[in-house]
């Protein structure tokens, strides 16, 4: 492993309405040693509180992705999109040359928990778009993002892929990384790497070519990704 990232070491910011874990530098927390890994720039462990959320606001240049863990968001962009998304679907969304949105707990009542994701686009400029699916859990990784959008995937502009690792306690699995970097964010449970535990929230990156055995400790999902080297 070339590089660890444990889930009580992150940039934590608690502003009530939003209380989220930075696993890189973002907004006001920075820390020139955690900046990303390739093109993954921002994953952020986000809770909403009821009917909170993040109000009108725009990007350019960058593919967000939110991976829903529990409740529900609404969003609206300059677009024309206006759409729920609930726990197991996950959203994409390319700025391009620039748009506004704005993301919402769904709920009165209810928290909703989701990962946001960017990743750095490798053309800039394109005309926006927006992408959302449910996608079925496949054998124990199943590919959710994919450059080419093939096979049931969302799109997503950059050599880059993301894949759900759902395990079984006492499950192994081994991550191949071929001719890119791979890394690996824990969601829910816990696994053991070379004899090393790691817990949600925790992450860790391995280099181009190499390859690892994962065993879970319990009921696990996780986020594996292929970025550029």
């Known amino acids: 492993m070339k590089y660890i990232r444990r889930s009580e070491e992150r940039g934590q910011v608690d502003f009530g309405w939003l209380q989220s874990k930075h696993s890189f530098s973002f907004g006001e927390y920075h820390d020139p040693k955690h900046m990303g890994v390739s093109v993954l720039r921002v994953i952020n462990d986000d809770m909403v509180m009821p009917a909170q959320g993040f109000g009108t606001h725009g990007h350019r240049d960058m593919e967000i992705i939110s991976y829903v863990i529990e409740g ?36 009165t009542t209810d928290p909703v928990k989701f990962l946001q994701i960017w990743i750095q686009p490798n053309v800039m400029g394109i005309e926006p778009s927006y992408e959302q699916k449910s996608i079925l859990q496949q054998g124990q990784l199943t590919p959710l993002v994919t450059p080419s959008g093939s096979s049931d995937t969302l ?59 994962v065993k879970a400790n319990s009921a696990l999902e996780a986020l594996w990704f292929n970025l550029p080297s």
């Open 72 to 107: 529900a968001l609404k969003h609206e962009d300059s677009t024309g999109n206006k759409y729920t998304v609930p726990a197991g679907d996950v959203q994409r969304m390319s700025a391009g040359s620039g748009v506004k949105h704005s993301e919402f707990n769904a709920s």
């Open 155 to 213: 799109s997503i502009n950059q050599n880059a892929s993301i894949s759900r690792l759902v395990l079984m306690n006492g499950e192994a699995f081994t991550l191949n990384t071929e001719q890119q970097t791979g890394y690996l964010h824990i969601v829910k449970g816990s696994l053991l790497v070379d004899g090393e535990e790691f817990n949600a929230g925790d992450a860790f990156a391995i280099d181009s070519q190499q390859h690892c055995e």
